[in-house]
């Protein structure tokens, strides 16, 4: 992403530090000090409140899909996407410094965590044990000080806390990612080039429909008739009503693009509200 000159260097996440969102963060802001937050609501609040910059947000996991609560937060939030970034989840094995594997017999984590490492944790006849988060178990590992008790956690929760990697990369699918979200006060779009010609862009936005027959089908009209790539939709319940449904949709093209406007321009004709969240480049990842 572009990163320009700013004064305040700080960047919020929630969880604890060396969770896998900390670690995003110093994948992409390596000399940025990052502000950890218990909640995802604090961490929303930490920029409103201009105690961080931005706010590395996880969004989805390629192999435990959306991230609770995000997209009831999101809308409402008051920040801007203006980032992407693919982080690629790595579980250790972290034991107290002079255990083996051998030595091992409970490991706590989170319960995804766990659940996408059990084939590793049965083959070892590793009990595993459910704790609130991962770089929380590796915290608590220190206090608890038995070295038949391990955490699955990243490798920076294992140097932040004074552990060791007894087994690296465990989960038992490769290719375990999560997508995370920059967000931050102001919106940064990609401009236009000399050319006239944005680079490649991703544009994200919420829309709610009309009660109107085949609103859905004719609300991506549009979209499909202007060429326009639609790479996620998705569907959430709103207001605790069945009959109430918002959709957050990611789609190729900046916002300015000719054909992007038709199709929201068209789009507008079948939806309630539509709320642009974010314009912002496309990430590498997408194109491996």
């Known amino acids: 992403m572009n990163k320009k000159i700013i004064a305040q260097k700080i960047i919020a996440f929630q969880g604890r530090p060396g969770a896998y969102s900390d670690l995003a963060c110093h994948a992409v802001f390596p000399d940025w000090q990052t502000l950890p937050c218990n909640s995802f609501e604090d961490a929303f609040a930490a920029v409103h409140e201009s105690k961080a910059t931005y706010f590395m947000m996880p969004f989805e996991n390629s192999t435990a899909g959306r991230v609770a609560d995000i997209h009831h937060i999101l809308p409402n939030g008051g920040l801007h996407i203006i980032a992407e970034h693919y982080q690629p989840v790595e579980h250790h094995l972290l034991g107290l410094p002079g255990a083996t594997l051998g030595d091992i017999k409970i490991a706590h984590s989170h319960i995804q965590a766990l659940s996408q490492c059990k084939a590793f944790l049965r083959k070892n006849n590793i009990k595993p044990v459910t704790k609130e988060d991962t770089a929380g178990s590796a915290a608590d590992l220190k206090r608890l000080n038995d070295p038949s008790i391990a955490a699955i956690a990243s490798s920076l929760a294992g140097q932040i806390y004074g552990l060791q990697s007894l087994a690296g990369n ?119």
């Open 170 to 288: 465990i989960a038992d699918q490769a290719g375990n990612t999560t997508r995370f979200l920059v967000m931050a006060r102001e919106a940064v779009v990609p401009e236009v080039g000399p050319d006239n010609k944005h680079a490649e862009c991703i544009t994200s936005f919420v829309f709610r429909l009309r009660s109107v027959p085949a609103a859905l089908y004719k609300a991506l009209g549009g979209f499909a008739s202007n060429g326009v790539n639609i790479t996620k939709i998705e569907s959430y319940m709103v207001d605790n009503k069945f009959t109430a449904a918002q959709f957050y949709a990611d789609v190729e093209g900046h916002r300015q693009d000719e054909r992007l406007k038709l199709a929201f321009e068209e789009l507008s004709f079948f939806a309630e509200e539509v709320k642009i969240l974010g314009v912002y480049p496309v990430h590498p990842f997408r194109k491996t």
